[in-house]
């Protein structure tokens, strides 16, 4: 299967952009051929394409599985194994962001509230402490904000971020009335 000129450029950046997200150029590359591809390919198929070794290829399909960017499928009569990428782009970025969370930060979380169990023995490990302490406040309230937009139908989703700054100019002008009802009760 020969690429077309744009899609090719797509390939051959997501193989790039893979080292900076923490996977390899292989698996970058697969996942742009699947997530562009209206069928699903087998191994031979991503082989041929890419012009990767086929053991390369099985290696990054099953990474991919792993992070459940990838879905295996079978055709009728056809022995081989078929893979294909989400096809919703929200599911897609919700599955990147469960498994970052799950790789990435729920581990920091474990960590911060360990590290937060031991009693500080000297000033700099109080200093220390309450730095962890306010990492994971933050890193707590940000998990939460997640955990309740991870929850919100796509369409809901996409109007919150368009919303963009006019969040903050909505939140802004709540703070300046509350702020006003507050100084309206210390007179």
């Given at each position: 299967?020969?690429?077309?000129?744009?899609?090719?450029?797509?390939?051959?950046?997501?193989?790039?952009m893979g080292g900076r997200w923490g996977?390899?150029?292989?698996?970058?590359?697969?996942?742009?051929?699947?997530?562009?591809?209206?069928?699903?390919?087998?191994?031979?198929?991503i082989t041929d394409t890419l012009g990767i070794s086929r053991s390369n290829v099985s290696m990054?399909?099953?990474e991919l599985q792993s992070w459940r960017?990838?879905?295996m499928v079978h055709k009728p009569s056809d022995r081989r194994e078929y893979f294909q990428a989400p096809d919703d782009v929200w599911d897609i970025f919700r599955i990147l962001v469960e498994e970052k969370r799950k790789r990435e930060i729920d581990p920091t979380l474990t960590l911060l509230r360990g590290l937060l169990l031991e009693q500080p023995q000297n000033d700099k490990e109080a200093y220390g402490q309450q730095r962890v302490n306010d990492m994971l406040e933050l890193i707590e309230l940000a998990t939460g904000w997640f955990d309740e937009?991870?929850?919100?139908p796509p369409e809901t989703?996409?109007?919150?971020?368009?919303l963009g700054s006019k969040v903050q100019k909505v939140l802004g002008g709540a703070n300046k009335v509350r702020n006003a009802l507050r100084s309206g009760e210390k007179k």
């Open positions: 299967m020969k690429l077309e000129p744009q899609a090719e450029r797509f390939v051959l950046h997501f193989g790039e996977v390899n150029r292989t698996v970058g590359q697969i996942y742009a051929l699947l997530f562009l591809s209206p069928e699903p390919l087998n191994a031979e198929q990054s399909l099953k960017l990838v879905q937009v991870h929850n919100l989703l996409q109007s919150l971020m368009r």
